[in-house]
């Protein structure tokens, strides 16, 4: 049975929802007594990584002006539903590249297929394109950090693509060519979910032992899932992930299970039970953000306000601003009697999502004599 390509642009583009909604509950639902002060002073590394992101573009490349209208492009396409125009701005080829490099391939015993390799990438890409392409929709981008890789003409872009008050923030890797700019990976920054891993699941079976049946009803109950869990049905949710449980996931699948899971502990109470899961997708997926910001909001719902307020800085150090996380950093820092940095923490929430009347009051309050 063939895999589906669908749910490899779905999964992230749910997951980012369902993590902003945990970090916004955390305040919203409960107020809980903070710990004794505890020293934790900004590092100079995170003052310095503060500064990059806050100019827009971080100690890397400028930002050339094509390679914005590139993704602008992208995005205004998915938006109107042009999919065939998203499908076209990958480079098939690199894409099947990066596929190939992977550690699953890898491991597949799989040979390489140059010719036909990249055309099933394409059609599939064509296929979920029209499925999802929305994913991708965006009325702005903001690109964040430009890095220039090893490989002639190739670039890792940090861009932040906005549709009203949402914001997703990708790592793009980029080719530009004398015909101008192509794709050929994408990765949520927040989720850590990158296309050409989880592409490498197309071209590889089951797990041994594991019928094909089993394993795509893991997958696909995972954006059921996080809809039910963004919907506030939690026994609903806990039953979607049922079929996640009894299936042999893909590795970057898995750690989604673990954001999930962890999700669904951090909206009962039960901050151990996530971060027993936070540490599950570390085991797996060492340094995916998703993971300090599961973190964060499992030590804010324990009132652990030090450990709340060291997460949600790191994975704002890998992100640059991000509202949800600078609420929960600020929350801690108020909370551990540092006002001035709390302040800072909210003011910069502002600067990534200006429409925010929670921060609004937060730094209102604050200035309060």
């Not at 390799?117 to 009325?139: E, I, N, V």
Request: aromatic share 8%; proline share 6%.
């Amino acid at each position: 049975m063939r895999l589906g390509w669908w749910w490899l642009l779905v999964i992230p583009i749910a997951a980012f929802g369902l993590l902003e909604l945990a970090g916004d509950w955390v305040f919203g639902v409960r107020t809980i007594p903070p710990p004794l002060p505890a020293d934790i002073p900004p590092t100079e590394a995170r003052e310095q990584a503060r500064e990059a992101f806050s100019v827009g573009v971080g100690t890397g490349e400028a930002a050339d002006p094509e390679l914005v209208a590139a993704l602008l492009a992208i995005g205004h396409a998915a938006k109107d539903g042009h999919a065939s125009e998203v499908a076209d701005t990958f480079d098939h080829n690199r894409l099947y590249d990066e596929v190939t490099r992977s550690d699953l391939f890898a491991q597949s015993g799989l040979h390489l297929e140059p010719a036909a390799g990249p055309r099933r990438l394409r059609a599939a890409l064509w296929d979920t394109a029209h499925q999802t392409a929305t994913g991708f929709a965006c009325d702005r981008v903001e690109v964040r950090k430009v890095v220039r890789l090893s490989a002639p003409g190739e670039f890792l872009v940090y861009a932040r693509h906005r549709t009203g008050p949402r914001s997703t923030l990708y790592r793009w890797w980029m080719l530009h060519t004398s015909t101008g700019w192509k794709v050929f990976d994408v990765e949520d920054v927040r989720i850590g979910l990158r296309l050409s891993r989880q592409a490498a699941r197309q071209f590889i079976r089951g797990a041994e032992g594991d019928e094909p049946e089993k394993l795509v009803a893991g997958l696909q109950a995972l954006p059921v899932a996080a809809d039910r869990l963004a919907e506030g049905k939690l026994e609903a949710a806990d039953t979607a992930l049922a079929l996640a449980r009894a299936a042999r996931l893909p590795r970057e699948a898995f750690v989604l299970r673990c954001v999930l899971e962890g999700t669904l502990a951090v909206l009962r109470s039960r901050s151990t039970e996530a971060l027993e899961w936070a540490d599950r997708a570390e085991a797996v997926a060492p340094g995916w953000p998703a993971i300090d910001y599961l973190r964060a909001c499992a030590h804010a719902v324990a009132g652990n306000w030090a450990e709340a307020a060291f997460h949600a800085g790191r994975y704002i150090d890998q992100t640059g601003p991000d509202a949800a996380a600078c609420r929960i950093l600020g929350t801690a820092l108020r909370e551990l009697n540092r006002p001035a940095e709390a302040a800072a923490a909210f003011a910069q929430g502002l600067q990534d999502d200006p429409t925010r009347d929670d921060l609004k009051a937060a730094l209102r309050d604050l200035r309060q004599p």
